[in-house]
T-cell receptor, first 116, second 112 residues
Framework: DVKVTQSSRYLVKRTGEKVFLECVQDMDHENMFWYRQDPGLGLRLIYFSYDVKMKEKGDIPEGYSVSREKKERFSLILESASTNQTSMYLC???????????????FGPGTRLTVT | QKEVEQNSGPLSVPEGAIASLNCTYSDRGSQSFFWYRQYSGKSPELIMSIYSNGDKEDGRFTAQLNKASQYVSLLIRDSQPSDSATYLCAVTPYSSASKIIFGSGTRLSIRP
């Protein structure tokens, strides 16, 4: 079974703090993703990484950065947390597609971040 | 136009009936389609994947794909209260096989 873990289930931070959210997977998947999920807005992709040290911006990268120094670990960084970054943050992993089909994403349990 | 569109609901279905969830997508070249279930406060979990036109059945769940109409649906037979959740439709776009685009989800409520 794929196991995706996130460093915290709940986190409360103050405005202006630097926040690190960490995701670790144990299935040797090449691709890792960070989403945020807000009521009525669905899952929105922040960043994804398809290899170590490689990253691509998603739909809403502003105010975030990422780091992938090892294949199994993908970190999301809020450089200076703001109240509008209060949200559920979900990490996901996915193996690279074969020729015939693609594969589903596997999600971590999520981190509910509150910025006060 | 959103890349993946779903009716947000809520969709209310009596226990034991068939629940029908629908999704349309804009990228005609999309190849892979997924249905995820998400309980409140939890992360999404995959329940069905479908890659070719037609029906795919797994227990009480049937996924239906019509690429010509750019339409994918999920049928849940003999609906149970435990099926009450938000259902997310997801599509792999032709432009990037590494990514998955999610719809905003349909909230399903099974009433006793």
């Amino acid at each position: 079974d794929v196991k995706v873990t996130q460093s915290s289930r709940y986190l409360v931070k103050r405005t202006g703090e630097k926040v690190f959210l960490e995701c670790v997977q144990d299935m040797d998947h090449e691709n890792m993703f960070w989403y945020r999920q807000d009521p009525g807005l669905g899952l929105r992709l922040i960043y994804f990484s398809y290899d170590v040290k490689m990253k691509e911006k998603g739909d809403i990268p502003e105010g975030y950065s990422v780091s992938r120094e090892k294949k199994e670990r993908f970190s999301l960084i809020l450089e200076s947390a703001s109240t509008n970054q209060t949200s559920m943050y979900l990490c996901a992993t996915k193996p690279t597609a074969g020729l015939a089909e693609t594969y589903e994403q596997y999600f971590g349990p999520g981190t509910r971040l509150t910025v006060t | 136009q959103k890349e993946v569109e779903q009716n947000s609901g809520p969709l209310s279905v009596p226990e034991g009936a068939i629940a029908s969830l629908n999704c349309t997508y804009s990228d005609r070249g999309s190849q892979s389609f997924f249905w995820y279930r998400q309980y409140s406060g939890k992360s999404p979990e995959l329940i069905m994947s479908i890659y070719s036109n037609g029906d795919k059945e797994d227990g009480r769940f049937t996924a239906q794909l019509n690429k010509a109409s750019q339409y994918v649906s999920l049928l849940i037979r003999d609906s149970q209260p435990s099926d009450s959740a938000t259902y997310l439709c997801a599509v792999t776009p032709y432009s990037s096989a590494s990514k998955i685009i999610f719809g905003s989800g349909t909230r399903l409520s099974i009433r006793p």
